[in-house]
């Protein structure tokens, strides 16, 4: 198999050493040049055309955000943002702006602890295989909602009863912030559902996320809580390093939280998906959206035999396609979609419990 080109940009030697060293030991991954700064990574860029990036996003003179943006629009290719959690905002801005995935730094400083993410960085970058750059390109960044204030829950307002409220789970990984943030964006304020979402991220991100997701949305995003009491017209982001799973409290619905389970994925769309399916029966629906691996899998069979609605994300908008096929194997998807798509058909779902 051919080898995986990276150029390595940071603007620490010692980041950039051991970032080298952890990716010599991959037999499939070969680190083509490194470069201290967005400038020096332009140059190294046009010279080795390599078939991956790791970028840092705080480096003097030209920053990681720039050089996004100049070869996004010149000529894209995979971009994996390596930052410390510190940058959490930022990492969400550089996923805007067309970064494929990120990896946290474990520390902020100079550190032997970089050492410790070598199996993730070579798993993320052995993904870049699959990854659909035309989910990038077709992708439009998010505009933040209108200054006018949403309606939002007294706290005194009664948890609604399970039957009556409709349910809309969504599981995502790899591409995924880019592409809830646009359906979030453009879904249709005022619908009579719960929204509630695990997206594979690690701890440390996910406020973050749900901050930003917040400030984009017609709804009210917010990180989970366990015990939270799932309310209509709001959504809930499961905490990195926590599955999100609904259950009952007489006749309503709350949120739980759990650092475990028998699931592969922490958080898990399944355990999502599932426990949404037991709880919501026929109100429930599904999303699908870009990722590695087949996580949602088993929840989207789990849904459709309680009698609920599944929606997988089309190969075309995809980042990454591997989830979205997955659920569409099982045969019970209902629509495969293009991320600007679903908006349309999860309001429709919303007033009349059917897709169109």
């Not at 990038?136 to 309606?151: D, G, H, M, Q, S």
Request: one cysteine or more; proline letters at 8%; hydrophobic letters at 40%.
């Amino acid at each position: 198999m051919k080898k995986i080109r990276v150029l390595v940009i940071d603007d620490s030697a010692f980041n950039r050493k051991a970032i080298r060293e952890m990716l010599s030991q991959a037999p499939d991954i070969e680190v083509a040049g490194m470069a201290g700064n967005g400038e020096e990574g332009l140059r190294q860029l046009r010279k080795l055309k390599p078939d991956l990036v790791t970028l840092d996003l705080e480096m003097p003179g030209m920053d990681g955000f720039t050089f996004l943006r100049i070869v996004m629009n010149q000529s894209p290719l995979p971009i994996l943002v390596v930052s410390s959690r510190r940058e959490a905002e930022s990492v969400f801005q550089a996923l805007e702006l067309g970064a494929v995935d990120f990896l946290p730094k474990p520390t902020r400083t100079i550190s032997p602890e970089l050492y410790n993410v070598k199996n993730e960085l070579i798993r993320k970058i052995r993904a870049a295989r699959d990854f659909r750059l035309e989910g990038i390109r077709e992708r439009p960044l998010p505009v933040p909602r209108p200054a006018a204030p949403r309606p939002v829950a007294p706290p005194h307002r009664p948890e609604p009863e399970v039957g009556g409220l409709r349910l809309v789970v969504i599981g995502a990984s790899t591409g995924g912030p880019a592409a809830i943030s646009q359906i979030l964006a453009t879904l249709r304020p005022g619908l009579p559902i719960g929204i509630a979402i695990t997206q594979h991220m690690p701890p440390g991100f996910t406020k973050a996320f749900a901050e930003r997701l917040d400030r984009f949305s017609a709804y009210p995003i917010k990180e989970a809580g366990d015990g939270d009491p799932l309310l209509p017209q709001q959504g809930y982001i499961s905490p990195g390093g926590k599955n999100l799973y609904l259950d009952r409290r007489g006749k309503n619905l709350v949120l739980k939280l759990s650092s475990r389970g028998r699931e592969k994925y922490l958080p898990s769309v399944d355990m999502l998906f599932e426990s949404a399916s037991e709880a919501a029966g026929r109100n429930c629906l599904g999303v699908v959206l870009t990722g590695m691996g087949n996580d949602g899998k088993d929840g989207v069979i789990r849904i459709k035999q309680k009698g609920g609605t599944v929606i997988a994300q089309s190969e075309e908008s995809s980042v990454v396609f591997g989830m979205p096929r997955e659920a569409i194997a099982t045969g019970k998807v209902d629509r495969v979609l293009s991320t600007e798509m679903i908006p349309r058909y999860i309001s429709t779902w919303a007033k009349t419990g059917e897709l169109e």
